[in-house]
């Protein structure tokens, strides 16, 4: 299936894609506003960038194990997904790719080990384990995101910028010993944060990094830290 064959079909509900398939191209169903469910053959392996993208009537898809990377934009404003499984053969997901999808929970597999740029941006989760094989989070990974509480893995070496901003409902969080730095802006917009432990590896604060905490009432800044940004 071509690259942007089926792109804007507003009027597209049901499409049956057989198993001679092998690759369906960039924004191939991309902003099929009337499509409802899709179901994807074991004969694909990747799930290219902006496939389903505003496919915003889209409510279920099924993803079967012979998938091992999805692409930027996957699902991105498929505001209707409120749940999906991402098999454990997936071993990448790139940037925005469920951005503006207002999943309420998901199972991030243990083959991921970095979790990308928006990649669950605008989602309505509420709890989500990192798996201990994830290293990284990157800038906006989970901005504005329904989360009450999230565990931090040791593994975890970097959380880019505004990584969890605007999560308004997030009360507590622990940062592990293996960070160096709060990024800019990462708790920006974090307005029932009450509670931060922060360890003594951390150097530095980038500038915003809890901006607009209206909550938090107090913080423990270690010895260790040397700059702190405005």
Do not use: D, W
Request: charged fraction near 15%; aromatic fraction near 6%; glycine fraction near 6%.
């Amino acid at each position: 299936i071509e690259e942007g064959v089926f792109s804007g079909c507003s009027n597209l509900k049901s499409i049956i894609i057989p198993s001679s398939v092998t690759s369906i191209g960039i924004n191939a169903f991309q902003k099929c506003s009337s499509l409802t469910q899709i179901e994807i053959p074991t004969s694909i392996t990747t799930i290219e960038e902006g496939v389903f993208s505003g496919c915003s009537n889209l409510k279920s898809i099924i993803i079967p194990s012979s998938i091992t990377s999805m692409r930027k934009n996957a699902f991105y404003n498929c505001t209707s997904l409120k749940q999906i499984t991402i098999p454990s053969s997936v071993n990448s997901i790139g940037e925005y790719a469920f951005g503006g999808c207002p999943l309420s929970n998901l199972m991030i597999p243990s083959s991921i080990t970095s979790i990308g740029e928006y990649v669950f941006g605008g989602c309505s989760l509420k709890n989500i384990t990192i798996p201990s094989h994830v290293t990284s989070i990157e800038k906006y990974a989970f901005k504005g995101c329904s989360l009450v509480k999230i565990t931090i893995p040791s593994t975890i070496t970097s959380i880019g910028k505004y990584a969890f901003q605007s999560c308004s409902s997030l009360t507590q969080i622990e940062i592990p010993a293996s960070i160096k730095t709060i990024e800019e802006g990462v708790f920006s917009g974090c307005s029932n944060l009450k509670s931060i432990i922060i360890p003594s590896s951390v150097i530095s604060f980038g500038k915003n990094a809890f901006q607009e905490c209206s909550s938090l009432t107090q913080i423990k800044i270690p010895n260790s830290i040397t700059t702190i940004e405005e």
